[in-house]
């Protein structure tokens, strides 16, 4: 009886996905999909880490500093919910919107190489998920 209270095995693997981005280059991005919400993996370049640290937190509506949002010693890499924080649609990537990182095209939300809001009706930065690098190619989320 106990164990059928137990997730059942569809549920446990949707729970995480692992993801090879070996193949990404630097300066491009790619959307997986994780628990069915779209997560974007972006290699960034050092130009991209450079204007996110610039960034006062001042400017910021939902302040958050680039190095809370990405894992030291892989600050090149950016992984993060797909997910638009005003009415849940998915932005456009590769380098989209005023601020070279997302733009939701549905309200104008405009989110910068951190994916941090920087204009439109957005309330909150585009959520990181848990995620661990499994080897220099490999990351799972979730």
Same mark, same amino acid.
């Not at 090879?20 to 370049?45: C, L, N, Y």
């Not at 006062?56 to 797909?82: H, N, Y």
């Not at 990182?101 to 585009?126: E, M, Q, V």
């Given at each position: 009886?106990?164990?059928?209270?137990?997730?059942?095995?569809?549920?446990?693997?949707?729970?995480?996905?692992?993801?090879?981005?070996?193949?990404?280059?630097?300066?491009?991005?790619?959307?997986?999909?994780?628990?069915?919400?779209?997560?974007?993996?972006?290699?960034?370049?050092?130009?991209?880490?450079?204007?996110?640290?610039?960034?006062?937190?001042?400017?910021?509506?939902?302040?958050?500093?680039?190095?809370?949002?990405?894992?030291?010693?892989?600050?090149?890499?950016?992984?993060?919910?797909?997910?638009?924080?005003?009415?849940?649609?998915?932005?456009?990537?590769?380098?989209?919107?005023?601020? *070279?990182?997302?733009?939701? /095209?549905?309200?104008?939300?405009?989110? $910068? @190489?951190?994916? +941090? &809001?920087?204009?439109?009706?957005?309330? *909150?930065?585009?959520?990181? /998920?848990?995620?661990?690098?499994?080897? $220099? @190619?490999?990351? +799972? &989320?979730?």
């Amino acid at each position: 009886f106990v164990d059928s209270l137990n997730p059942s095995a569809d549920v446990l693997a949707m729970a995480s996905t692992e993801v090879d981005i070996s193949a990404i280059a630097e300066g491009q991005e790619i959307k997986v999909m994780w628990r069915g919400k779209p997560v974007f993996i972006r290699h960034r370049t050092s130009a991209d880490i450079d204007a996110a640290k610039a960034v006062p937190l001042s400017e910021l509506r939902d302040p958050a500093t680039d190095e809370s949002r990405v894992q030291k010693g892989k600050e090149q890499w950016l992984i993060m919910v797909g997910v638009c924080t005003h009415l849940g649609c998915v932005p456009l990537g590769n380098m989209a919107g005023e601020y *070279k990182g997302w733009f939701c /095209p549905c309200h104008g939300s405009h989110y $910068d @190489t951190a994916g +941090r &809001i920087r204009k439109g009706p957005a309330p *909150k930065n585009l959520l990181v /998920p848990e995620y661990v690098f499994t080897s $220099d @190619t490999n990351v +799972r &989320i979730g």
